[in-house]
């Protein structure tokens, strides 16, 4: 169950972290590129990817 969290909890964050530069339009080449709503999106993903690895952490081994 760790190793699934960790997993998944880290491409939450790469996706959010993606969506978040698309949305200030650093990383352009999308149709996300440019809109902030992108970002406020990629925002929460990574919120979740961090609360994910924090959960993760606090399970036993």
Same mark, same amino acid.
């Given at each position: 169950?760790?190793?699934?969290?960790? /997993?998944?909890? *880290?491409? #939450?964050?790469?996706?959010?972290l993606? @969506?978040?530069?698309? $949305?200030?339009? /650093?990383?352009? *080449?999308? #149709?996300?590129?440019?809109?902030?709503? @992108?970002?406020?999106? $990629?925002?929460?993903?990574?919120?979740?990817?961090i609360?994910?690895l924090?959960?993760?952490?606090?399970?036993?081994?």
């Amino acid at each position: 169950m760790r190793n699934i969290l960790n /997993i998944v909890g *880290g491409i #939450f964050i790469f996706f959010g972290l993606v @969506w978040i530069l698309q $949305g200030i339009d /650093i990383l352009p *080449g999308s #149709f996300m590129t440019g809109q902030l709503r @992108w970002a406020v999106y $990629g925002s929460a993903t990574a919120i979740v990817g961090i609360l994910m690895l924090v959960t993760a952490r606090r399970l036993k081994k």
